[in-house]
């Protein structure tokens, strides 16, 4: 089945430090998303992409799809205190009608101040 | 709009009892989910619905059933609970109409411990 890895597993930066987070997928995946999760929350979507190469930003944030659909990264630049949390990302495989998710396991950032 | 919610928020149970994890969506989702998340782990997907009276297995269904007989409601049972499915439990809504994916809506959590 399709298995979706995310490195590193944890990640404690100094307040103002960059971040970046790596999602690989076993299979082709028709988008992807990317979740945060606060400590004792629940999982909260921030974005989707689409297609082949694509780059979006949101504030201090920044997603990128690879070319081959198979993985994505999440980069935080400077980041807060507010940006700790876990950082989930999730894709259908590829050709999939159905509304399934795999989630990978999830990168947990921990921000020092 | 309340969203997805979830009672109760915390329960205790003793092996071999039985409880429903309540589910309830107000944005006339089509697609439900229950996801269990072990310390540090990601999400697995238990459970799913793509409307009502249509469920199936996810990745690891074995100890749960569910149900879906409105759209609102998506009741997770356990039947028999044993120490392994001490975690917590999510479910999640969407709208699917097919195509390049859609956004899942996360209910606060349900955490399970069973001693």
């Known amino acids: 089945g399709q298995q979706v890895m995310q490195i590193p597993q944890y990640q404690h930066v100094q307040e103002g430090e960059d971040f970046t987070t790596y999602c690989n997928s076993s299979t082709t995946l028709s988008n992807i998303q990317w979740y945060k999760q606060r400590p004792g929350g629940h999982p909260v979507f921030l974005i989707q992409l689409v297609k082949s190469g694509e780059v979006k930003k949101q504030k201090r944030l920044t997603f990128q799809f690879g070319e081959a659909k198979k993985n994505s990264s999440l980069h935080i630049t400077a980041t807060q205190t507010t940006d700790v949390g876990t950082y989930f990302c999730a894709g259908p495989p590829k050709g999939t009608s159905y509304g399934k998710l795999t989630f990978g396991q999830g990168t947990i950032l921990t921000v020092h101040p | 709009n309340a969203g997805v919610t979830q009672t109760p928020k915390f329960r205790i149970l003793k092996i071999g009892q039985s409880m429903t994890l309540q589910c309830a969506q107000d944005?006339?989702?089509?697609?439900m989910y229950w996801y269990r998340q072990d310390p540090g782990m990601g999400l697995k997907l238990i459970y799913y619905?793509?409307?009502?009276?249509?469920?199936d297995k996810g990745e690891v269904p074995n100890g749960y059933n569910v149900s879906r007989s409105t759209t609102e409601d998506f009741p997770l049972r356990l039947e028999l609970a044993a120490p392994s499915q001490t975690s917590v439990y999510f479910c999640a809504s969407s709208y699917f109409v097919g195509g390049t994916g859609e956004t899942q809506y996360f209910g606060p959590g349900t955490r399970l411990l069973v001693l």
């Open positions: 944005m006339n989702h089509n697609y």
């Open positions: 619905s793509v409307g009502a009276g249509i469920t």
